[in-house]
């Protein structure tokens, strides 16, 4: 029963990612690079975080300031690093440019890999300890705590790796264009959906899930129009096609 439990868990944090890796990402090469260059990225913002929350002397805080304030260094360390990886990939993306003499790199697909790598590498880092107490032989060991914890914990970790899918997007975008509004609202939303998981210390995992999945929706909405898309060509994609064939 532990097992069906992890894949269960592990499916719904990292189903639609896998589809994304296998469908759109791994035919090719230099989004793959993206993918795992855009992870190191994360893990180096990480590292940053931890470093200067021993610096500033966050433990000898009470706990519920630590929280807090971890929060903030948290996502303003990720935000950092997403704009060095902007500089990076900008600068391979010109590289790339000037071997092949054409624009045959998709630009949007990049920051769209970019947020796949994100997203992967900050949900395997907040679910890990739990699906690793999943494989068996007992669950998770929660002191009168509620059965929907392993739910709650996968349903949350899919919301933020869909999140910085969207991120990365409208953040590049905002770069490219200097949309100041756009980065903010990356900036803040972040902020806002990472703070909104800190009720779920009080066991309201309700008003954790459904705020956040709201700004998914948000979120991708304004995704969406930054990557070029349209009403149009999201009706025409939902529309059959007709394959004609010659004989």
Not at 35 to 40: A, E, I, L, N
Not at 174 to 186: E, L, P, S, T, Y
Not at 209 to 229: K, Q
Request: proline content about 2%; some cysteine; glycine content about 8%.
């Amino acid at each position: 029963m532990t097992l069906c439990t992890f894949f269960g868990c592990a499916f719904i944090a990292f189903g639609p990612a896998i589809s994304m890796l296998t469908l759109t990402i791994a035919q090719d090469p230099v989004l793959v690079i993206v993918v795992f260059g855009s992870g190191f990225f994360w893990l180096l913002s990480s590292l940053l975080s931890s470093v200067l929350w021993l610096l500033i002397g966050l433990t000898l805080m009470p706990h519920s300031v630590q929280l807090v304030l971890s929060v903030v260094l948290s996502v303003l360390c990720q935000e950092g690093f997403r704009y060095l990886l902007y500089c990076a990939m900008s600068v391979f993306n010109n590289g790339l440019n000037a071997m092949f003499d054409s624009n045959a790199i998709n630009w949007k697909m990049m920051s769209y890999a970019a947020g796949v790598g994100f997203g992967v590498m900050s949900g395997v880092f907040s679910i890990i300890n739990v699906l690793a107490d999943l494989v068996g032989p007992a669950t998770v060991g929660l002191k009168a705590g509620s059965d929907n914890f392993l739910l709650v914990s996968a349903s949350l970790a899919l919301c933020f790796v869909l999140l910085h899918v969207f991120w990365s997007v409208i953040f590049f975008n905002g770069v490219d264009q200097v949309n100041f509004a756009k980065i903010a609202w990356v900036v803040v939303t972040h902020l806002l959906a990472s703070s909104l998981t800190l009720l779920n210390t009080s066991g309201h995992y309700m008003a954790a899930i459904l705020p956040n999945f709201i700004i998914v929706l948000l979120t991708a909405c304004i995704a969406f129009r930054a990557a070029g898309g349209t009403l149009y060509s999201l009706k025409s994609s939902f529309s059959p096609r007709h394959v004609v064939t010659h004989l």
